[in-house]
C-alpha cells in the first residue's frame, strides 16, 4: 500500500520560515505534489517534485529526496495569510493514482 | 481558467437512500478522482478513473460506486447512504502522466446522513 506521514500541526511567526515534512511509502514513485487549503475552500496546488533537489516558487520552496523518501515545503516570508492546511501527496503506485496525507495545519502568530 | 464543478455544494440525505454526486470538469483532462476529506484524516480516495469507462478503486471503496460515460463527467453513487458516509466529498481532475502532478479541484460537496 502507499501511506504519507506529515506534522498535524505547526505553529509559527509572522515573518519567519517554516517547514512542513512529508515520508512516504509507496510501491512506485513518480512525484511528490504540495497543497494548501484554507478553511472552507478546495486544496489548490502549490508544487511539485519528480526529482531530487528543490524547486522554488516565489516564498515557496519544496524539497525531494527520493533515496529517503522524503520532502518538506519550505514557506518563507510568513504572511497571516500563509496559515491554511498543507498536505503532500504522492503519485505512487501508478502514475494516475495521487494519494495525500492527513495535512498539516499551520497557524501563525503576529 | 480550469474549471471542476460539483452539482451540490450541501446534501442532506436520509440513511438507506441512493445518493449522486455529479463532477463536471472543462479542461479535457484524462484523470478524474473522488476524494473524501473528514477532520485529521486528510483526503482519502475513494475511486480514480484513467479514461472514460475505466475506474479504480482508491483506498476506501466501499460503499461507494462511480461512473464515467463522459470524458467530462465523472460521477460517485452511494448505493445505500449510511451515516458513517457524511462528510466532504472533493472531486478533482489532472492530466494523464505528465509531469506536473496537478490536480484541480471542486468546492465540494458536503453530504449530511441522517
Known amino acids: 500500500g502507499q501511506s504519507l506521514e506529515q506534522p498535524s500541526e505547526v505553529t509559527a511567526v509572522e515573518g519567519a520560515i517554516v517547514q512542513i515534512n512529508c515520508t512516504y511509502q509507496?510501491?512506485?514513485?513518480?512525484?511528490l505534489s504540495w497543497y494548501q487549503q484554507h478553511d472552507g475552500g478546495a486544496p489548490t496546488f502549490l508544487s511539485y517534485n519528480a526529482l531530487d533537489g528543490l524547486e522554488e516558487t516565489g516564498r515557496f520552496s519544496s524539497f525531494l529526496s527520493r533515496s529517503d523518501s522524503y520532502g518538506y515545503l519550505l514557506l518563507q516570508e510568513l504572511q497571516m495569510k500563509d496559515s491554511a492546511s498543507y498536505f503532500c501527496a504522492v503519485r505512487g503506485s501508478s502514475a494516475s493514482k495521487i494519494i495525500f496525507g492527513s495535512g498539516t495545519r499551520l497557524s501563525i502568530r503576529p | 481558467d480550469v474549471k471542476v464543478t460539483q452539482s451540490s455544494r450541501y446534501l442532506v440525505k436520509r440513511t438507506g437512500e441512493k445518493v449522486f454526486l455529479e463532477c463536471v470538469q472543462d479542461?479535457?483532462?484524462?484523470?478524474m478522482f473522488w476524494y473524501r476529506q473528514d477532520p485529521g484524516l486528510g483526503l482519502r480516495l475513494i475511486y480514480f478513473?484513467?479514461?472514460?469507462?475505466?475506474?479504480e478503486k482508491g483506498d476506501i471503496p466501499e460503499g461507494y460506486s462511480v461512473s464515467r460515460e463522459k470524458k467530462e463527467r465523472f460521477s460517485l453513487i452511494l448505493e445505500s447512504a449510511s451515516t458513517n458516509q457524511t462528510s466532504m466529498y472533493l472531486c478533482?481532475?489532472?492530466?494523464?502522466?505528465?509531469?506536473?502532478?496537478?490536480?484541480?479541484f471542486g468546492e465540494g460537496s458536503r453530504l449530511t446522513v441522517l
Open positions: 478533482a481532475s489532472g492530466l494523464a502522466g505528465g509531469n506536473t502532478g496537478e490536480l484541480f
Open positions: 509507496t510501491s512506485g514513485f513518480y512525484g
Open positions: 478513473s484513467y479514461d472514460v469507462k475505466m475506474k
Open positions: 479542461m479535457d483532462h484524462e484523470n
